[in-house]
């Protein structure tokens, strides 16, 4: 392919794929006469000065060889002029009377992938969302692509589906964008490419800017059985019930031989653990009034009206703050009771939007806020 071919692909493909609705959407009817023209005039004007910062295009693989589509462009709206030009785009883009032309891109790079890999692809379930948050405005763009990827026993590839016939409908990224490739639950990763990637649980993430080759991006997932908790947790049990064995064993022998028996704990002393130690004859009920009392102390009514009414994020960040700034990935599933899935993909969008830290720690997660200090992990 000759530099000029090359360039004119680049120009076109990025300019309607990857540049947020304002700058390579559909281009809005022209106004037309009196004042009210005027004004829709300036409206247009101010939308198409906004450019976004940043954009994260998540490609999030399924199981089944479709692939979930995210795409999220954020603006920073320094000024109220900007807050209202985004908000005006914003109200067009959800309605679809904006940014449509990269909906129609991806349906032509699909159908175009689907005549090179002889698979049937379509683009489905097409979703536009907008908000306001803390004077930054996020566009998401998401919708479903259809046997993205293609199987081979127990691999799953994402690759072919980049290329057309002898070209690539994703020849690079602009200087503000990121591509992420996300596994499937269960599947770990085999092999990606291009160089120049960094990798977390998986998912594979390029930063522009950069271009690609026809053939150049790829990668591969092995799907994983969940053999259960690994040797060292399974050896910590064993020795856990064995000395819990050896304690019960020994206390019925002491009794039999009518040799002086210390008391059995009725719970730990007060520590860390925030639990309350019954000593010195207290009775059952002030031990109990004692329990209940650490049990609520950090709860009020306030917090279980107000949880209700959290976003996902939120409930996140507000566990954090409760557990000082820092959790494991396993613990944060515990506490919401979501699913692995649920918690890792909410965990790596946050990570994204810059509102959490994710540091790899032996086989887990540390999970915290971007100013926390994590250099001492001694106990975690």
Do not use: C
């Amino acid at each position: 392919m000759s530099t000029r071919t090359r360039a004119a692909l680049l120009g076109v493909f990025v300019g309607l794929l990857f540049v947020g609705p304002a700058v390579g959407g559909a281009v809005a009817p022209a106004p037309t006469g009196g004042s009210a023209a005027g004004a829709d005039a300036t409206q247009l004007t101010s939308q198409q000065s906004l450019a976004p910062d940043n954009e994260t295009l998540r490609i999030g693989l399924q199981s089944d060889g479709n692939a979930r589509w995210t795409i999220r462009s954020n603006y920073s709206l320094a000024t109220d002029a900007d807050e209202r030009a985004f908000r005006a785009l914003a109200a067009d883009y959800t309605d679809g009377n904006y940014g449509a032309g990269r909906v129609a891109a991806f349906r032509t790079a699909s159908q175009r992938a689907s005549e090179a890999t002889g698979r049937s692809m379509v683009i489905r379930n097409v979703k536009r969302s907008a908000n306001v948050t803390n004077g930054t405005g996020q566009l998401v763009l998401q919708f479903t692509w259809t046997n993205f990827s293609r199987q081979s026993g127990e691999r799953l590839y994402a690759d072919d589906v980049f290329n057309t016939s002898g070209q690539t409908w994703l020849p690079g990224l602009e200087p503000y964008q990121r591509l992420v490739i996300e596994p499937p639950p269960a599947h770990t990763i085999v092999r990606a490419t291009p160089a120049g990637y960094t990798v977390s649980d998986g998912t594979v993430r390029w930063e522009g800017p950069r271009e690609f080759a026809p053939g150049d991006l790829s990668a591969s997932y092995q799907r994983v059985e969940n053999s259960g908790p690994g040797f060292p947790v399974a050896l910590a049990g064993l020795v856990v019930g064995a000395v819990a064995v050896v304690a019960v064993v020994g206390y019925l022998v002491r009794s039999r031989d009518g040799l002086p028996v210390p008391p059995l704990p009725t719970s730990t002393s007060g520590d860390e653990s925030g639990e309350t130690a019954v000593t010195d004859g207290a009775s059952a009920e002030s031990a109990d009034a004692a329990v209940a009392a650490g049990a609520t102390g950090d709860t009020d009514e306030g917090d279980a009206v107000d949880a209700e009414l959290l976003s996902d994020e939120e409930r996140i960040e507000r566990l954090l703050e409760r557990n000082g700034g820092r959790m494991k990935q396993a613990t944060i599933v515990k506490e919401t009771d979501w699913s692995n899935a649920k918690v890792s993909q909410l965990l790596s969008a946050m990570d994204d939007e810059g509102r959490i830290d994710k540091l790899r720690i032996g086989r887990e997660n540390l999970i915290s806020f971007p100013d926390e200090d994590v250099t001492d992990l001694d106990d975690e």
